[in-house]
T-cell receptor, first 116, second 112 residues
Framework: AQSVAQPEDQVNVAEGNPLTVKCTYS??????LFWYVQYPNRGLQFLLKYITGDNLVKGSYGFEAEFNKSQTSFHLKKPSALVSDSALYFCAVRDPRGGGYNKLIFGAGTRLAVHP | DAGVTQSPTHLIKTRGQQVTLRCSPKSGHDTVSWYQQALGQGPQFIFQ???????QRGNFPDRFSGHQFPNYSSELNVNALLLGDSALYLC???????????FGPGTRLTVT
């Protein structure tokens, strides 16, 4: 069965320090992987995606993610965290063999808290 | 260019009642998907509509039904509401079945 795991409920980091939000996945074949961010009382905002190609994907707001096929991971990273990055982050996967249907499977989310 | 819009923003219903949530897709998008996000959890896929037909369905009971109109907007209907249906309901639109999904702000449903 396809699944996504975000092992950390919360990540705390000081402003200016690098941040990593972890994600591992389980899906047959080559997955499509996504990161979304959710601010309070808001919907999900797309950050970045990996479909194929370079394992390091750059996205919005200075975020990037590294795809590691052998470790089935897709960790979200940022070199220097901002207080405004504090939010709920979701990793998601889509099975490219899913008959062309765009069903996303989400992890439980990781709350990122950036302290001044 | 308006993004995905949803109405209402908040809704309070009583157990056993029925509710209808509405979604207007982003301009140029023709596919709408619905997700349920319970408190403290990630969104779960309910179903997807394209060309006014339900194309794929997640693990949700028949109490959850939907509709897509010729202008691509969509409704989510939930019958016989349960306390466990309390959640944020998210609508996402895309261009075609495989396009990137853009999410609306959601409708917060509280069942008492």
């Amino acid at each position: 069965a396809q699944s996504v795991a975000q092992p950390e409920d919360q990540v705390n980091v000081a402003e200016g320090n690098p941040l990593t939000v972890k994600c591992t996945y389980s899906v047959s074949g080559n997955p499509y992987l996504f990161w979304y961010v959710q601010y309070p009382n808001r919907g999900l905002q797309f950050l970045l995606k990996y479909i194929t190609g370079d394992n390091l994907v750059k996205g919005s707001y200075g975020f990037e993610a590294e795809f590691n096929k052998s470790q089935t991971s897709f960790h979200l990273k940022k070199p220097s965290a901002l207080v405004s990055d504090s939010a709920l982050y979701f990793c998601a996967v889509r099975d490219p063999r899913g008959g062309g249907y765009n069903k996303l499977i989400f992890g439980a989310g990781t709350r990122l808290a950036v302290h001044p | 260019d308006a993004g995905v819009t949803q109405s209402p923003t908040h809704l309070i219903k009583t157990r056993g009642q029925q509710v209808t949530l509405r979604c207007s897709p982003k301009s140029g998008h023709d596919t709408v998907s619905w997700y349920q996000q319970a408190l403290g959890q990630g969104p779960q896929f309910i179903f997807q509509y394209y060309e006014e037909e339900e194309r794929q369905r997640g693990n949700f009971p028949d109490r959850f039904s939907g509709h897509q109109f010729p202008n691509y907007s969509s409704e989510l209907n939930v019958n016989a509401l349960l306390l466990g249906d309390s959640a944020l309901y998210l609508c996402a639109s895309s261009e075609g079945l495989e396009g990137e999904q853009y999410f609306g702000p959601g409708t917060r449903l509280t069942v008492t």
